[in-house]
């Protein structure tokens, strides 16, 4: 008997390290590009002629951990930065924290993402994490043929 509940408890203790491991690796995944990371939807609003009104981006962040995202967003576009104030919005999805963020694009910006030869987009947690990746090169030109239309 108490070799069994020795065996349990050691199997307790390697679930309890793996599932720690397993949810701080997702929460601090290392990837190339913000399309691996989180899943994004980019649009572009145009007035009744046809010229650029606006541009929003919605981010969702899937993570364990609670922390949430700050409000504070940076759009690199070639090295140069935009500062942006975005909303957010954390709910719990089971075990899982669905973070969302929605920014709304400068009109005096929309030129420069259109030009860009890389769009870098930095996000911030309120546990000092902060997020830094670059649009893949499918996204880039996915958001550069909205902004052409």
């Known amino acids: 008997m108490q070799k069994i509940l020795m065996g349990v408890g050691v199997l307790l203790i390697l679930l ?19 399309d691996k990371y989180a899943a994004t939807d980019f649009q572009v609003g145009r007035d009744i002629d046809g010229n650029w009104e606006s541009a929003t ?20 576009t070639d090295g140069a930065p935009w500062e942006i104030e975005a ?4 709910t ?11 920014l709304h694009f400068p009109k005096s910006s929309l030129k420069d993402l259109l030009l860009a030869k890389e769009i870098r987009i930095k996000f911030f947690y309120d546990n000092g994490q902060s997020i830094d990746l670059p649009l893949g090169r499918k996204d880039l030109l996915a958001w550069q043929r909205k902004l052409r239309w």
């Open 57 to 76: 981006l919605s981010l969702w962040d899937y993570r364990y951990d609670k922390a949430r995202l700050l409000n504070t967003v940076v759009v690199f």
């Open 16 to 34: 309890g390290i793996f599932g720690a491991s397993y949810t701080w690796h997702h929460d601090h995944r290392e990837v190339e590009t913000l």
């Open 87 to 90: 909303v957010t919005k954390q």
């Open 92 to 102: 719990q999805k089971g075990l899982l924290n669905e973070n969302k963020f929605f």
